[in-house]
């Protein structure tokens, strides 16, 4: 059960992970699990808190959209001139902002990669 102080809502946050799919192939398998078995922790603390309302990994490959005088342009690549990718996000409901930034910190690709705090916006449900 998550423990607020008395008197603080929780907020809801996207925790954006973008990271360089080169840097993670170029890591040795013990490496690659050591990365993942950070995550798991990282998730089942957040599951056991409370905290975690959802995550997922993303693909690589993406198309980016863009209209333009009413023509759709469409490029393959999340971003081609852009060596960090999204790669995923976690949702978290947390009591203040600064333990959003926490856990993000605590994410492993942030060390090499970038993590993204977001507040969600809006009434939706997890």
Known sequence: MLLRPIGLAAVKYMLLIYNNPAAIEAMSEQERTGLFAEVDTIMAELTASGEMIRGEGLAAQAKTVRLRGGVVATTDGPFVEAKEQFAGYIAVDVATPERA??????????????????????????
């Open 101 to 126: 930034v926490e856990i993000a910190a605590r994410w492993p690709d942030a060390r090499w990669g970038a993590m993204e705090v977001r507040e969600i916006l809006g009434g939706s449900e997890g």
